[in-house]
């Protein structure tokens, strides 16, 4: 299902836009997806988000890790899934414009808020500034 060829993402427009609404649809499907599927999905996403790429991947990257908080991994791909998982949240924490910070702030409060794996959570705070912006974040926040 996630196949990534980092080159023709970031320069073929056609390609970036099949990713986008490849990762939109997986938030739709993300209950029904194979296990085996989401460590693939992390690890193209892990690589292709470094590189800079267009602001709506991203912003549908953060759809889909938000949609993550919603499923029970099985114990068995729970070690490739989790530690994934929270090196891109720490990373979207850390960089972007304000905008895209407020969009992964967002997709975190929703994961946080779904999530039966909390374990994963510190994991996401690289540093007391960022857990410090989360807590203000989700005290502002109303569920």
């Known amino acids: 299902m996630f196949s990534c060829g980092l080159l023709q993402v970031l320069s073929q427009p056609a390609v970036q836009c099949t990713l986008r609404l490849l990762l939109l649809l997986s938030v739709i499907l993300v209950q029904s997806m194979e296990p085996q ?23 549908a990257a953060l759809d889909f890790l938000a949609s993550l908080g919603e499923i029970f991994l099985p114990p068995e791909i729970q070690s490739q899934v989790l530690p994934k998982l929270a090196s891109l949240f720490s990373a979207l924490l850390t960089d972007g414009s304000w905008l895209l910070q407020h969009h992964t702030l967002e997709a975190f409060a929703h994961f946080v808020e779904a ?29």
């Open 37 to 59: 599927v989401l460590p693939q999905a992390l690890t193209c996403l892990s690589s292709l988000l470094p590189l800079k790429c267009p602001d709506d991947i991203v912003l």
């Open 115 to 143: 999530t039966n794996h909390e374990e994963v959570i510190p994991q996401c705070l690289p540093s007391e500034e960022i857990k410090t912006k989360v807590v203000n974040f989700l005290s502002k926040v109303t569920f």
